[in-house]
């Protein structure tokens, strides 16, 4: 007998509530897995587009270690976008796929990454604020209910959290260093804040897809409430730095023990996400050249592999 769509559906909710996995084998229903299929996919693009501001200062880094530390953060990215591309792939949708919608402007990625890489203090506001953000975001997804995606934010927040202090070492060295540098320090500060801050999404009241999201446990809290976290953390990190966040309505409010803070610019944040950001033309056109760049790379593995495959199967 055909177990009805209602009932497939209240079991699968029960599996949510109780805080159970849902595994690709599951059943799911379809808008779980386009949400989670948007959601993970746009998080790989993401990691893999937000290699190429930092990537534009791995011949500059001002010494050996630097370059050293940064190349691996750099190559960090690189496999998050692996870890999520494999883990996206088990919804049923193929990395090619992912790729094309990626290649030909039709997916988005995160907001942050069209934001240009002026002075190498960038690279250190880039590790201090975006990954700071990010992991703020991903320890929550890590508890989220599918399987693959919530393994492998646990795996991605381990190295989020060297990046985050390679970041925050940078800022503070230069903020410690002659007026220059200080002054580097703060006008990373003064540019990467905002697009930070909006970075984690709209809020409330205009977060279309966080009902369902959270209904299904696939994110556990709204952008707001993650917002509130990152911020909190991060205020305090500045003073101890002696920079100061561009805010002016930023004030510590005693009895709800978070900080107040004033109105992003979400007009600049939708022009940003819909293509009309300062880097968006140059990140797709860059990753476009990466990926053409890397045809050889994937046709060798392709050939290594099915040689592979065929001396295994005659032995
Ligand atoms: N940039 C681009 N688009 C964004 C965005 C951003 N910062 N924030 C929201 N949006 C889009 C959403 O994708 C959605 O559009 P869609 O329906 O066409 O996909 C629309 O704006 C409305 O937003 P919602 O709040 O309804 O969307 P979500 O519930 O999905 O919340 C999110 C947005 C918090 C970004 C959520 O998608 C999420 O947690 N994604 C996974 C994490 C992720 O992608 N992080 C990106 C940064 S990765 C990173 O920083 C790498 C690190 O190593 C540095």
């Given at each position: 007998m055909e177990t009805n769509i209602n009932t497939l559906e209240q079991q699968f909710q029960d599996k949510i509530d109780k805080g159970q996995k849902i595994e690709p084998k599951d059943w799911m229903p379809e808008m779980y897995r386009k949400q989670l299929t948007r959601m993970m996919s746009q998080h790989a693009h993401s990691e893999i587009i937000g290699m190429l501001p930092e990537g534009n200062w791995i011949t500059r880094a001002p010494n050996l270690r630097r370059k050293a530390i940064l190349l691996a953060k750099v190559q960090d990215e690189a496999g998050h976008g692996l870890y999520l591309y494999s883990a996206a792939e088990t919804l049923g949708t193929s990395r090619e796929e992912l790729l094309n919608q990626l290649h030909t402007g039709k997916a988005k990625y995160s907001s942050i990454f069209n934001y240009p890489s002026l002075t190498w203090a960038d690279i250190g506001a880039i590790g201090w604020l975006v990954d700071g953000a990010a992991i703020m975001n991903q320890t929550m997804l890590a508890?989220?209910?599918?399987g693959p995606y919530s393994r492998a934010m646990t795996r991605i927040c381990k190295e989020e959290s060297f990046h985050n202090r390679q970041g925050y070492e940078i800022l503070h060295t230069l903020a410690h260093g002659t007026n220059e540098q200080k002054e580097m320090a703060q006008d990373a500060l003064n540019r990467w804040w905002w697009p930070a801050v909006m970075m984690l999404g709209p809020t409330e009241g205009n977060s279309p897809n966080t009902e369902q999201t959270m209904k299904w446990k696939i994110k556990l809290e709204t952008n707001d409430a993650i917002r509130q976290r990152f911020i909190d953390r991060t205020v305090p990190q500045a003073d101890v730095m002696g920079l100061k966040i561009p805010d002016d309505k930023l004030v510590y409010n005693e009895t709800t023990k978070h900080y107040a803070y004033g109105e992003p610019n979400w007009n600049e944040f939708y022009e940003v996400i819909k293509?009309?950001?300062?880097c968006n033309k140059k990140r797709l056109d860059d990753r476009n050249k990466a990926h053409d760049n890397g045809a050889w790379v994937r046709a060798a593995a392709e050939a290594y592999a099915s040689k592979q495959h065929i001396k295994n199967k005659v032995a």
């Open positions: 508890k989220g209910s599918y293509g009309n950001g300062p």
